[in-house]
């Protein structure tokens, strides 16, 4: 069958078990449409680029999230396991590029968001180093596998760029002493720079975690070590062992990923928490090491919120703790009003929540009526336009950022998929 005829079959499947919520099927339907109708290009090296929506470039964290529903598709259609492992190939091919970027050009094109740096390379168009857009693409290659078999995003690249993941990680475990890596920007904007001169946030080195320039907003760190970030790491470098045993039965680099999984999840269980009078013991958000914490969350995913969703090991009396916390007025950035309640981000403006963070919570709730009851108020939210925005204002949803955000569109479809019984195995 063709990929439209798989997807077809797919949607009629759905659309008999919502015959009693059409709306919410609607808007399924345009959301999971969206991103391979406008998003996706094949490239001739039998590669997948995809842009992440109103910015023509590919970020290897959204990319990833993108296509990550369609693994369900791809289960049945041999063309779309190609085209997200061709994904995953070129995420590999950037990443051997420049494993310290984090968004990238179809082409070498010199595109950029700006000119941070007169010898950027042109395929890079942002270099801003952030720990998950490392752990997206092994992510991803995995799930691909374990769901579907699909073993061809498995290649030289993939070799190459783990064994500069697995560098990187190690060498940012002790940033100050050991990394080369500085980013300046000059627009003024102080979360789209990094302090002392490019170095970013000072930390203490050899703790186990591993620092991080940019959230996966990509916003500077507040403190250098991003623990949704560094959960995410654990759950990655678990996989990551797996692959190399069962597909490249490369001992050497399994080990390698077991003994940082371990050493970085020894650190969150150690040093990434703190005791809070109203909630108990907590994760934090961030932390540098010498007992600063920043107690927050944001929207944009690996967040605190989604430590479930991600897969990491997590201490469930903490984890509930954290729960807690997060989605309350303790929260920063938890903002309610008269059309939703949610987490936003210091990246968009206060009051606005973010879809993306409204599916998260849906996908980590175990009531199956909470799923829906966020659902529907997703559905409620989109300012009259049919698609997920990336912030919108828990006033007035008409008010709200990027009118077009395949990331945000891919969330709400996961969460219906997950409401309907669709799960994927990790």
Wanted: proline residues 3%; charged residues 25%.
């Amino acid at each position: 069958m063709t990929i439209q005829e798989t997807m077809d079959q797919f949607l009629g499947g759905l659309k008999e078990k919502s015959a009693d919520f059409p709306h919410l099927m609607e808007l399924f339907t345009t959301c999971y449409t969206n991103t391979l109708d406008t998003t996706v290009k094949r490239m001739e090296n039998n590669t997948t680029h995809v842009i992440t929506g109103d910015i023509p470039a590919m970020w290897l964290r959204d990319s990833a999230a993108q296509l990550r529903p369609y693994i369900f598709l791809a289960k049945e259609n041999e063309e779309v396991r190609e085209l997200i492992a061709g994904l995953v190939r070129r995420q590999f091919l950037y990443i051997c590029i420049d494993e310290y970027a984090n968004a990238f050009n179809d082409s070498p094109s010199g595109a950029c968001w700006e000119k941070d740096d007169p010898n950027q390379n042109p395929w890079v168009w942002e270099r801003k180093f952030e720990v998950d857009s490392l752990c997206y693409p092994i992510q991803l290659a995995y799930l691909l596998w374990k769901n579907t078999g699909c073993t061809t995003q498995f290649n030289e690249d993939f070799q190459k760029g783990v064994q500069k993941i697995l560098t990187v990680f190690r060498t940012e475990q002790y940033h100050e002493e050991k990394s080369a890596y500085r980013f300046c920007r000059n627009n003024g904007y102080y979360r789209d720079t990094l302090s002392r001169e490019g170095r970013g946030a000072l930390v203490k080195s050899g703790t186990g975690l591993i620092w991080s320039g940019f959230r996966p907003s990509d916003d500077a760190c507040t403190y250098g070590y991003l623990i949704p970030s560094n959960m995410f790491a654990v759950t990655v470098l678990g996989y990551l062992e797996e692959i190399e045993k069962e597909i490249y039965q490369n001992q050497e680099i399994a080990e390698a990923a077991k003994a940082l999984k371990e050493e970085v999840h020894a650190a969150i269980e150690t040093i990434g928490k703190t005791f809070t009078e109203e909630f108990g013991m907590v994760y934090a958000y961030e932390t540098d090491g010498f007992g600063m914490y920043d107690l927050m969350d944001d929207a944009n995913v690996p967040s605190l919120l989604a430590m479930d969703y991600l897969g990491y090991p997590a201490d469930r009396e903490i984890a509930a703790n954290t729960r807690r916390f997060l989605l309350s007025e303790a929260n920063p950035f938890y903002f309610k009003g008269t059309k939703a309640a949610g987490i936003g981000s210091p990246h968009t403006p206060s009051n606005y929540i973010w879809h993306i963070a409204m599916a998260i919570q849906g996908l980590t709730e175990e009531d199956s009526a909470e799923k829906r009851r966020i659902l529907e108020s997703m559905a409620a939210t989109t300012g009259g336009k049919g698609v997920m925005h990336e912030g919108f204002c828990c006033e007035d949803d008409t008010k709200y950022t990027r009118e077009w955000f395949s990331w945000a569109n891919a969330m709400y479809a996961e969460l219906f998929l997950d409401y309907m019984g669709y799960k994927l195995e990790k």
